[in-house]
């Protein structure tokens, strides 16, 4: 027999994709980073750490963990479709990183309070209708935007402020930061240690209540 057996049904093309690809959910990852970096700058903020070097684990942070870390977790939300998550982390990721370009800086600028007043004013202001999107979220994301938020608030009022360093509104946006930061690490537990276990062990609150009102597309003439 002269038949090739080689293939039993060759007529069949292979099959496309058969397992869809599964992507891990970036949200942790990026919560992580934020909270860290947040939570040890804010502990220089409230003035309760006074080592003259203290800035330097903040600024290692700044690049690697809250900053290129947490811009993967925003580029890989930017692949799963979600446009909220994508543009909190890579945004946030952004304000770190350049913070560690901007810090270092300061020292040698002289007089740049008011311009670093309105870095902050604007980080404030960004922050404010994120949380308002957050709504659809979780309650857990939404708290840590609204302290966020007043953080920067409180740390643009100090920025504006002139004498002697630390001013009294950059020491209480230290503290709303060192809630951010507790915050965002709670968020970023839960949502690991519920997806590891398959069921709710850590709260976070109703994800997206109600439904949004779905696009119309428009039909062609």
């Given at each position: 027999?002269?038949?090739?057996t080689r293939?039993l049904?060759p007529?069949q093309?292979?099959?496309?994709?058969?397992r869809p690809a599964?992507?891990?959910?970036?949200?942790p990852?990026?919560?992580a980073?934020?909270?860290?970096t947040t939570?040890?700058l804010?502990?220089?903020?409230?003035n309760?750490?006074?080592?003259s070097?203290?800035?330097?684990p903040?600024?290692?942070?700044?690049?690697?963990?809250?900053?290129?870390?947490?811009?993967a977790?925003?580029?890989?939300?930017?692949r799963?479709?979600?446009?909220?998550?994508?543009?909190a982390f890579v945004?946030?990721?952004?304000f770190w990183?350049?913070?560690?370009?901007i810090?270092p800086?300061?020292a040698l600028?002289?007089g740049?309070h008011?311009a670093?007043?309105?870095?902050l004013l604007?980080?404030a202001i960004?922050?404010?209708?994120?949380?308002?999107a957050?709504l659809?979220?979780?309650?857990?994301?939404l708290t840590?935007?609204?302290?966020?938020?007043?953080?920067?608030?409180?740390?643009a009022?100090g920025?504006f402020?002139?004498g002697?360093?630390?001013?009294?509104?950059?020491?209480?946006?230290?503290?709303?930061g060192i809630a951010?930061?507790?915050?965002a690490w709670?968020?970023?537990?839960?949502t690991v240690i519920?997806?590891s276990?398959g069921?709710t062990l850590m709260?976070?609150?109703?994800?997206?209540?109600g439904?949004a009102?779905p696009?119309?597309?428009?039909?062609?003439a």
């Amino acid at each position: 027999m002269n038949e090739d057996t080689r293939s039993l049904h060759p007529e069949q093309p292979p099959a496309d994709n058969p397992r869809p690809a599964v992507w891990g959910d970036p949200a942790p990852l990026g919560l992580a980073g934020f909270a860290l970096t947040t939570l040890l700058l804010s502990i220089i903020n409230t003035n309760l750490l006074k080592e003259s070097a203290a800035i330097v684990p903040v600024l290692g942070l700044a690049a690697f963990y809250g900053g290129l870390a947490q811009f993967a977790a925003g580029l890989f939300e930017f692949r799963r479709g979600n446009t909220f998550g994508a543009t909190a982390f890579v945004s946030y990721a952004s304000f770190w990183l350049s913070y560690w370009w901007i810090a270092p800086r300061l020292a040698l600028a002289g007089g740049a309070h008011n311009a670093l007043g309105l870095f902050l004013l604007g980080w404030a202001i960004f922050t404010a209708y994120m949380a308002i999107a957050a709504l659809r979220v979780s309650l857990a994301v939404l708290t840590v935007l609204v302290l966020l938020a007043l953080t920067y608030l409180f740390l643009a009022i100090g920025a504006f402020q002139t004498g002697a360093e630390p001013h009294a509104m950059t020491q209480v946006g230290g503290w709303f930061g060192i809630a951010t930061g507790l915050a965002a690490w709670y968020a970023s537990a839960a949502t690991v240690i519920n997806e590891s276990h398959g069921r709710t062990l850590m709260p976070v609150g109703p994800r997206r209540p109600g439904v949004a009102p779905p696009v119309r597309e428009e039909r062609r003439a």
